[in-house]
């Protein structure tokens, strides 16, 4: 099998996992990064889940998607394990990341420290607001939203952040798209469209914590 087929074979798994699946492997990640931070060699697929809420068998299942490893009895090499995952996520290499809103949640994200731990760079800052533009956020400039596709390209931006008001996110995003963006965490509490090819995913604030008011509300009917 050459190179271009082992590739395409790739892509099509990689298109089957699920994003359940992939939020699993951002979970066990954590986990392994804290059992190296104690100088654990070995874990169990048990201990895994125990620490995660699953069962020992979903992680064993999540982990098959992508190949062997552990031995059975033995358990999984931290290390190892870990630096595997890494390579799945792409967390082996660096991301140039925009952020396109630099309001208060804006702000707080340029400050994120664990962003640039994990690979994640913020190379640029745009908002619509004039009276913004040449401020600093940390050791960046907030720049004109309006050269999002000249600025996108200078800076090789390869995953964008939309922390803008609900009503500016689609006028947003289709900019980003028409830059080249293939990758969008949005913030907004609206839902975006995005052509195919395009990845978005949506962080509502808003509707995690209406869903521990559900929990709180319906906690004496259980």
């Known amino acids: 099998m050459n190179s271009r087929t082992q590739n395409k074979t790739r892509s099509s798994e990689a298109a089957k996992i699920s994003d359940a699946t992939v939020k699993r492997l951002s979970k066990y990640y954590r986990t392994l990064q804290s059992a190296i931070g104690s100088n654990k060699v070995t874990i169990s697929s048990e201990e895994i889940a125990r620490i995660n809420g699953l069962t020992a068998a979903q992680v064993r299942k999540d982990l098959s998607f992508f190949g062997a490893f552990g031995r059975r009895g033995l358990g999984y090499n931290v290390a190892d394990l870990h630096r595997n995952i890494s390579r799945i996520l792409g967390l082996h290499r660096t991301w140039n990341v925009c952020i396109v809103g630099v309001g208060n949640i804006g702000r707080a994200l340029v400050r994120f420290k664990q ?15 004039s009276a913004k533009w040449g401020q600093t ?20 931006i390869r995953i964008a952040i939309v922390a803008v008001p609900a009503s500016a996110a689609q006028r947003v995003v289709d900019r980003l798209v028409d830059a080249g963006i293939k990758a969008i965490l949005n913030f907004a509490p609206v839902s975006i469209f995005a052509p195919p090819g395009v990845y978005v995913r949506n962080e509502n604030m808003a509707i995690e914590i209406e869903s521990l008011s559900f929990a709180l509300t319906n906690k004496s009917r259980k």
């Open 115 to 129: 962003f640039q731990e994990q690979g994640f760079y913020i190379k640029l800052i745009m908002d619509s607001d």
């Open 137 to 156: 956020v940390g050791d960046l400039t907030i720049e004109n939203s309006e050269d999002c596709k000249e600025l996108v390209r200078r800076e090789k």
